[in-house]
Structure formats: structure tokens, C-alpha cells
């Protein structure tokens, strides 16, 4: 079974930076997606940036977008987000999540099939 382990959540000051970590095991497909979403108290969980694993390519909600990268590393089965100029909004727990086919990968939840339990993140002013 495919698991996702997250971890490099932590309490920062504002401006400061974070680098999250999500570690895949048991992912035998080739051609898939995976995301980062994060979901505040009360709030909705919302997707904040998506990469294609077979190709690279990543895309960032406007709220992230500018100080936030996704990244992966295939051979290590491991994917990163660095936060930079991190902000009080940024508050929330942090999930990865993966969708085993590289299409019509969304930053709705409802698109990834397999999750982590999430990493908490917490931003002061």
C-alpha cells in the first residue's frame, strides 16, 4: 500500500521559511501527479502548488505563488515544498497528496487518492 509521511512542519515568525518534506513509499506508478494542499482552522482544505512527476512541471494558487516550490526528488521518492516570506495566512496543517495517473490533476481534493496525515505549520506576526 502506498503511503505518504509528511514532516518539517514548525512554528516560524513572519517572513521567515519552512521547508516541508513528503516521503513516498510504495509508488510504483510512473506517469502521476502529486500536490501540496493545506487546510487552516475552520477553514476549507484548499491545493496550493502540483507538480507532474514525469516532467517537471509545477503550477502555484495565487496565495503561494511567488514564495512557495514544490519540487521532487524521483530517486529518492521524495517530495519538498520550500516556503519562503512565509506569512500569518500560511497557518495550517500541510498535506501531500498524490494522484497515480498524470491526468487532470487539480488542486481539488477530491482529484488525489492517496494522502498523508499532514504536518503542521504555524506562522506568527
Known amino acids: 500500500q502506498v503511503q505518504l509521511v509528511e514532516s518539517g512542519g514548525a512554528s516560524v515568525q513572519a517572513g521567515g521559511s519552512l521547508s516541508l518534506s513528503c516521503r513516498v513509499s510504495?509508488?510504483?506508478?510512473?506517469?502521476?501527479?502529486m500536490a501540496w494542499f493545506r487546510q487552516a482552522p475552520g477553514k476549507e482544505r484548499e491545493g496550493i502548488a502540483i507538480?507532474?512527476?514525469?516532467?517537471?512541471?509545477?503550477v502555484y494558487t495565487e496565495a503561494v505563488k511567488g514564495r512557495f516550490t514544490i519540487s521532487r526528488d524521483s530517486a529518492k521518492n521524495m517530495l519538498y515544498l520550500q516556503m519562503n516570506s512565509l506569512k500569518p495566512e500560511d497557518t495550517g496543517m500541510y498535506y501531500c497528496?498524490?494522484?497515480?495517473?498524470?491526468?487532470?490533476?487539480?488542486?481539488?481534493?477530491?482529484?488525489?487518492?492517496?494522502w498523508g496525515q499532514g504536518t503542521q505549520v504555524t506562522v506568527s506576526s
Open positions: 510504495r509508488f510504483t506508478s510512473r506517469d502521476y501527479c
Open positions: 507538480i507532474w512527476a514525469s516532467i517537471g512541471t509545477d
Open positions: 497528496a498524490a494522484r497515480s495517473t498524470d491526468l487532470r490533476c487539480t488542486m481539488i481534493d477530491t482529484s488525489y487518492d492517496i
